[in-house]
């Protein structure tokens, strides 16, 4: 797996880029996608256009300030309302084009890396993976944004400062033969002079802005530990007030935000250290055309329309080459932005690697679940369950009980083809048929009929249907609130989303039920009355539950035991205990 903490090269973020905008161009968006360019790339060239006769505006209206000639100069007045109000029609337009441009780019891309992420539990094994790209999430919603936005920017300055240079340079190396520098006359003076003024400024901001790069690479980072250590707190906002740790977590809120303080300020004053060069840059480029071309206009050698029109195209030739200078604090921070997402699908080709490479082979589609001399490791390549052999039938009930940490709910997650490490087979019925309920059921955002539907779309099943099994599983109290959204997760106890796991087992009716714990928050007569489910209504189910609690081996057929070992958990079917009958002694007579 690569480096994911190495900053790209200037190469490597402008080849990752195009990577991106690759897959957007050649995708079913592509139709979009290159109108969009070539709307920009057209409304690009009608600036330069305006601008090369804006230019000549410049000598005409000059000229006739210096004649006094009031007739010419009010038609070019007239001239230069044209030329404004076209000059920002297209501004707009090219405005609208580009941010077209940047949000159907960014949309594609977010729904790209979303799908990626998702597909064959890519999020989950990243979860699981010690290197992988940390906050997914901001990578995806924030870090997209900038890129794209910025690559489309940058790109469209870009193209304008090579097509400004194109058509100025030709018209400032024409006015340069009435300039002589010491006296002599040189073939472009003045385009010679300004590409050498744009080599200094360029030098000195690459010498000055190279940190920039770096310091907005841990900027990124250390702002994302601060967003994720504050929606950490909000989702555990009543452990933290239960257990009075207020304090403990505004300290720790305090230094994760000092670390931000503390790049910001180094970020900041390589910023105020640009502005120096950038301002003072500015100023004088405006005058060198001047001093320079200033003995012709004295001598007659040239008019003030001519010296005007001169000093506009050097300063648009200067501009030209300056693209650079001027753009590297933003260059700086769109390549941390790319080099985030880099890492992001990098970790994501990691994670599809790791499923596709696993030693665990999984076999779907029969009747049965079984483990074939599977050895499951831990990440860290350390045995945590060896050689296990055994076979569920369908119809069957089987507990699988052990100590905690011998493996039992990796046992589960290899049986579902999460667990990445190990070897040998799995075969399970198709995973349509089966129906997994952890310890905590996952509720999404929305109402609470798409909580008790989920994975299935809200309106698959009837209100009748989803009050019956809500009623069924202790919460008539629910049954009446379908069509509340609220954050369920957090406002229903453990042993109420627990009760909301089965009800969707009486919905889905699976032909496989996999319980993790799925009944450790509720009390015995609330895990008898679930449990009976599958004595009634869940009948033609196979169950196989892992749990501990009391009365739980009553409503299975066998038990197997993961028992731990030096070499790994084994996995082994424990003999029956047999009860003897009790002796009955006659008095002694």
Known sequence: MADLRTPPTSQGAFRRTWRMARGWYGSEERVVAWALTAATLALTLAQIGTQLR?????????????????????????????????????????LWAR????????????????????ADACHYRMGLMPDAADNPDQRISENTRWATAMAVDLATGLLHALLTLASFAGVLWTLSSAVRLGGMEVPGSLVLVAGLYALVGGTLTWLIGRPMVDINIRRNHAESDHRFALLRLRESAEAVALIRGSADEATGLRGSFGRVVGVMHELLRTERQLMWLGSGFGMVAAVIPLLLASPGYFAGAITLGTLMQ???????????LSWFQESWPRL?????????IVALEDSLDAAEALGAESGIEIEEGGEVLAF????VHGPDGKVLIAGASAEIRAGERVLIRGESGTGKSTLFRAAAGLWPWGEGVVRAPAREAMMILPQRPYLPLGTLREAVCYPAPAGRFSDASLQAALIRCGLPGLAGRLDEAGRWDRTLSLGQ???????RLLLHRPRWVLLDEATSALDDAGQAALMGLFSAELAEATLVSIGHRPGLAE?????????????????????????????VVAPYR
């Open 310 to 320: 001169m000093a506009q195209a050097f300063t648009e030739v200067v501009r030209a």
């Open 555 to 583: 409503h299975h057929d066998r038990v197997l035991q993961l028992e731990p070992g030096a070499q790994g958990a084994r996995l082994v079917s424990p003999r029956p205990v047999v009860t003897l009958p009790a002796l």
């Open 332 to 340: 700086a921070d769109w390549r941390s932005h790319v080099e985030r």
């Open 497 to 503: 989303q627990q009760r909301i796991g089965f009800a």
């Open 54 to 94: 804006l230019n000549l505006w410049h000598r005409d209206f000059f000229n006739a300030l210096e004649q006094r000639q009031a007739g010419a100069g009010g038609a070019q007045v007239s001239v230069f309302l044209l030329l404004a109000g076209l000059s920002m029609a297209i501004a707009v337009s090219q």
């Open 372 to 375: 074939e001399d599977l050895t």
């Open 99 to 118: 941010q077209m441009l940047a949000l159907r780019w960014r949309r594609w891309l977010v729904h790209h890396l979303q799908e990626r992420w998702l």
